[in-house]
Nanobody
Framework: EVQLVESGGGQVQAGGSLRLSCAASGFTFDDYAIGWFRQAPGKEREGVSC????????SYADSVKGRFTISSDTAKNSVYLQMNNLKHEDTAVYYCALKYYTAGFSWFSSSHYDYWGQGTQVTVSS
């Protein structure tokens, strides 16, 4: 059974940093991607970043480019999201998600993903 477990959330002041982790287990496929999404109260879930292990491509939402960095550790089956220069508007529950068979998928569309973690809260105080 595929499991995704996020950690690293917390409360930080604006301008601070946090590093989120997503530990994945229960799969052996090589053709997959892991995305980070976030959902603020009253808003739709939005794609933040994605890393594809199929072609090693990386994508970011415009709102986080230059501030967030996604990376992975294949040996640990983990994906990380380093978040720097955090802003109040980054406050949300952050989720990681797994997509199998990445051909033709839109990384920022939550409906394209197959498995989700439980989420971790990030709160940025201004």
């Amino acid at each position: 059974e595929v499991q995704l477990v996020e950690s690293g959330g917390g409360q930080v002041q604006a301008g601070g940093s946090l590093r989120l982790s997503c530990a994945a287990s229960g799969f052996t496929f090589d053709d997959y991607a892991i995305g980070w999404f976030r959902q603020a109260p009253g808003k739709e879930r939005e794609g933040v970043s994605c890393i594809s292990k199929s072609d090693e491509s990386i994508s970011y939402a415009d709102s986080v480019k230059g501030r967030f960095t996604i990376s992975s550790d294949t040996a640990k089956n983990s994906v990380y999201l380093q978040m720097n220069n955090l802003k109040h508007e980054d406050t949300a529950v952050y989720y990681c998600a797994l997509k199998y068979y990445t051909a033709g998928f839109s990384w920022f569309s939550s409906s394209h993903y197959d498995y989700w973690g439980q989420g971790t809260q990030v709160t940025v105080s201004s």
